[in-house]
Nanobody, 112 residues
Framework: QVRLVESGGGSVQAGGSLRLSCVLS????????MSWYRQAPRKEREYVAT??????TYGDSARGRFTISQDNAKNTLYLEMNNLKPEDTAKYYC???????WGQGTQVTVSS
């Protein structure tokens, strides 16, 4: 059974940084195509970034501030977030596009 577990969320002030992690287990082939999404209260889930066979793509809100990466040896997906803004406040989810599996999410709160 594929399992994705996120961590690294927390509360920071605007301008700060956080690094989210997502550990994959139960299906390491799922790591070939993975993404981050986020969902703020009363809003729809929003695409953040994807890494597929080493290539990265970003949504408009993430481009230039966030970096998605992987450590294949550790089966771990990362999202480095810099220059955080209050509008980045959301629950962030790891997703395996390859296996259509979601993590449980990790909360990020950015205060002004």
């Amino acid at each position: 059974q594929v399992r994705l577990v996120e961590s690294g969320g927390g509360s920071v002030q605007a301008g700060g940084s956080l690094r989210l992690s997502c550990v994959l287990s139960g299906g390491t082939y799922c790591k070939s195509h993975m993404s981050w999404y986020r969902q703020a209260p009363r809003k729809e889930r929003e695409y953040v970034a994807t890494i597929r066979d080493g290539r990265q793509t970003y949504g408009d809100s993430a481009r230039g501030r966030f970096t998605i990466s992987q450590d294949n040896a550790k089966n771990t997906l990362y999202l480095e977030m810099n220059n955080l803004k209050p509008e980045d406040t959301a629950k962030y989810y790891c997703y395996s596009d390859r296996c259509a599996a979601w993590g449980q999410g990790t909360q990020v709160t950015v205060s002004s």
